[in-house]
């Protein structure tokens, strides 16, 4: 017998909904063949086998809830594929020959505590053939499964060093959070939505940012007038293609375009180091139903603004949607967070951890001005750019808001 279990989707998953079956009771599953739908806290992905069998129980009903990471969800009887190989009869001096893992021996040893240890046959077979723990190695295939080429690279590696783990801190005492009774709401007074996955998570990263992220806001105003004239123009010659440029696209480009001009500004903090990014992987902040999640758009950079407007917009509803796959919304470099839409003039966000930086974009709005000794009418909008004071100090924060304005206000430098 075999427990398929309930697979951790992305890195902070703890507890998914097990929204759809693919198979039922007496299918025959290989390994790779998707069995599941599983909602996550940031999207709906398909769920692959990673055994071969028949699938004796399915033990967690369609619709369940808070179904917790490591929880049995189906359990197959059998074996697929060819038998274990028969070990050789022992001599009386010479050492046993090698052998392939029998399957209880395999399970056992794919087994760390609770937590099931997803590789493909092909790898499992390698790293026992190679003396290899699987447990100390990082999947490269699909939701982090261990592959042949995963094994084959730790093979290859020289060993590590040695590294001092120092003890964790004892604990804090916590006292319970109040009731609404206690804090004095009659029962019959409100009505009380459950938190979801996503709702669970994004409060607790965001209270551990807001905590633990030693951070800074930078607010400045941009001139936006040219960029709406030159916004105009663009989507006049894309009419054609019914491709629409929004405002949040030049920004995003101009974000990107930015990030080179400032490197320093492209960086997170890790305990390992600095990490300088390469590209622009520009994370942008949607809003959806019980949350917020950021799809990225990798190497903004390089792209241009026809391509930036489809690929932002196909990645904005298949969020809503929850339909994104863990790639696309996993380790961008810098994040947006546009409320311009909503007429909210000037906010700051929360940062986006691991990242160095995230920028809040207000709305666009005439305001009078001074030029030259005259009061004159111009189009301005606020941003501010909140930056982790372990990796962007002051100067360099300004310096990626002054090459960002300089893009905005002058939108031709964007594409030239």
Not at 373 to 378: H, I, L, N
């Amino acid at each position: 017998m075999t427990d398929i279990l309930m697979p951790a989707l992305s890195p902070t998953m703890e507890e998914g909904i097990l929204a759809k079956w693919l198979v039922k009771v007496g299918d025959s599953v290989r390994s790779g063949d998707v069995i599941a739908e599983i909602e996550t806290d940031k999207a709906t992905m398909e769920v692959e086998a990673v055994d071969e069998g028949v699938v004796e129980a399915l033990l967690v009903a369609e619709g369940t809830e808070g179904v917790k990471v490591n929880t049995p969800i189906a359990r197959l009887s059998g074996e697929g594929g060819p038998p274990a190989a028969t070990p050789a009869p022992p001599q009386p001096v010479a050492a046993p020959a090698p052998r392939s893992l029998d399957p209880a021996v395999e399970k056992a040893a794919l087994e760390k505590g609770s937590e099931r240890i997803f590789a493909s046959p092909l790898a499992r077979r390698l790293a026992a053939e190679r003396g290899l723990d699987l447990a100390t190695l990082t999947g490269s295939g699909p939701h982090g499964r261990i592959i042949r080429a995963d094994v084959e690279a730790a093979a290859a590696a020289p060993p590590a060093r040695p590294v001092r783990v120092e003890a964790p801190a004892p604990a804090l005492m916590s006292t319970p959070a109040p009731s609404l009774a206690q804090l004095g709401y009659p029962d019959d007074s409100y009505t009380l939505v459950p938190l979801d996955g996503m709702r669970r998570t994004v409060a607790r990263r965001l209270t551990e940012s807001a905590r633990d992220i030693p951070h800074f806001p930078l607010t400045i105003d941009v001139e936006i007038d040219a960029l709406l004239a030159a916004r105009a123009r663009i989507n006049g010659l894309l009419e054609p293609r019914g491709i629409k440029v929004s405002v949040n696209d030049l920004v995003i480009k101009a974000a990107a375009l930015a990030l080179k001009q400032v490197p320093e500004a492209n960086a997170s903090f890790t305990h390992e180091g600095i990490a300088l990014h390469r590209h622009a992987d520009i994370s942008m902040a949607v809003a959806v139903e019980g949350g917020l999640i950021t799809p990225i758009l990798r190497r903004a950079e390089q792209k241009g603004l026809a391509d930036i407007a489809l690929e932002a917009k196909d990645l904005a509803e298949r969020a809503r949607t929850r339909k994104l796959k863990p790639e696309e919304f996993q380790g961008g470099t810098f994040s947006i967070s546009n409320l311009g839409m909503f007429g909210i003039r000037q906010f700051g966000s929360i940062i986006n951890p691991p990242q160095g930086a995230i920028l809040s974009v207000g709305a666009g709005e005439a305001r009078a001005v001074i030029r030259d000794g005259q009061v004159v009418s111009r189009t301005l909008m606020t941003v501010t750019l909140t930056c982790d004071h372990r990796v962007i100090d002051g100067a360099i924060g300004a310096r990626w808001l002054a090459a960002f304005r300089a893009l905005i206000e002058d939108p031709v430098t964007m594409i030239v």
